[in-house]
């Protein structure tokens, strides 16, 4: 089963930009995300077309399972 954490942060423009990590900590905490994000965004490292990010708003796990049928 392929999982990600996604994190969602708002732009200076006011609109969604999102990042994806593959294969994340099976034990991953609310805290830590939490403070993955707010060291993404103290760093100001990443810009989108809407400008910086300025702040987090919210953050998932998202998990898909994949069925080969051929090959």
Do not use: Y
């Not at 200076?12 to 905490?29: C, F, H, V």
């Amino acid at each position: 089963m392929d999982k990600s954490l996604e994190l969602i942060f708002k732009n200076q423009a006011g609109k969604n930009a999102r990042m994806s990590m593959q294969d994340p900590k099976d034990d991953l905490t609310a805290d830590q995300v939490q403070s993955l994000m707010d060291n993404i965004l103290e760093k100001n490292i990443f810009e989108t077309t809407g400008g910086d990010l300025v702040e987090a708003a919210g953050a998932r796990l998202i998990q898909k399972e994949v069925i080969d049928l051929l090959g």
